[in-house]
C-alpha cells in the first residue's frame, strides 16, 4: 500500500488511467499499461473482465466483451499484474471490478493473489459497505487497500460508513450513472471535492466522463487525482493490437495538462 500511498503529490493531482485487461487480448495489455505509464499516468487500474459490468457504459462494456471474447481469464489478469510490477517496481497498481471474480475462489484466495502479483489496492464495484467482510477483511489483512466509492447521492449520513475501514484514495463517482456517458457540472464537482475532503484524510480522486484535457485540468485544480478510463478504452477499440502508441499520446496530453492545472 506505501506505492499507493505515495501516488498522490502535494503539489498536483495524480493522473489515474484505467484499462480493461485482455482487452483486446491479453498478450496486448503489457504494451498498452506501459504505454499508459510512459504517458505519465501515476496509478494504473486495471479492469478485470466481466459478463455484466453493471457500473460501465458502452465502451468498457465492449472492452469486456472483447477480453473475455479472446478467453481472458483471472489467472491471465493476475500475469498481466505480476508481469508489470517486474517492470515498473514503483508504479501503484489497482484492480478494478466485480465481486464474483474476486471472491468465487474465496477471498483469502484473492487478497493472497493480489500480493503475489503486487496489486496495491482493490476496487469492487458491486460490494456494499455492509457486506464489506465478504471481501475487506481479507484485504487488508494482506495490506490490500480496500478503495470505496462516493457519488453524488452520498450523504453526510451514509459517508461515514463507506469511509470505515476505507483505505488508498477515495473514488468519487462524479455522475450518478454509468462510465462514459456524461460528465458532471465543474461546480457540482468543486463541491463533492470539498464535502467530502472534509469527511476524510484520504485523497479523492474524480472520474467517470472526463476526456479532454481541459476536462482534466479543471479538476485537476480541485481534486487530488483524476481518474480517466471510457477515453482510453475507445482508443483500444479504433487500434486494437496497435494501440499503445495512441494511449501513450492521449494519456501525455492528460498528464501534461494535470500538471500545469494549479
Known sequence: MTRLSNAFPTDRAALVAFVTGGDPTAAD??????????????????GMPFTDPMAD??????????????GTKTA???????????????????????????????????????VNAGVDGVICVDIPVEEDDSLGDSLRAKDVAVIRLATPTTDAERLPEILNNASGFLYYVSVAGITGLQQAAQASIEEAVARLKAGTDLPVAVGFGVRTPEQAADIARVADGV????????????????????????????????????
Open 57 to 70: 457504459g458502452p465502451a468498457i462494456q465492449a472492452a469486456n466483451i472483447r477480453s473475455l471474447s479472446a
Open 227 to 262: 481518474v480517466v478510463g471510457s477515453a482510453i478504452v475507445e482508443i483500444i477499440a479504433e487500434h486494437g493490437a496497435a494501440a499503445a502508441p495512441h494511449v501513450k499520446d492521449y494519456v501525455k496530453s492528460l498528464s501534461d495538462a494535470i500538471r500545469s492545472a494549479r
Open 76 to 114: 491471465d489478469i493476475l500475469n498481466i499484474a505480476t508481469a508489470f510490477r517486474e517492470r515498473h517496481p514503483k508504479v501503484p497498481l489497482v484492480l478494478m471490478g466485480y465481486a464474483n471474480p474476486m471472491t468465487i475462489r474465496g477471498a483469502d484466495w484473492f487478497a493472497d493473489a493480489c
Open 29 to 46: 495489455t503489457g504494451a498498452i499499461l506501459d504505454a499508459l505509464v510512459e504517458g505519465g499516468a501515476d496509478i494504473i487500474e486495471l
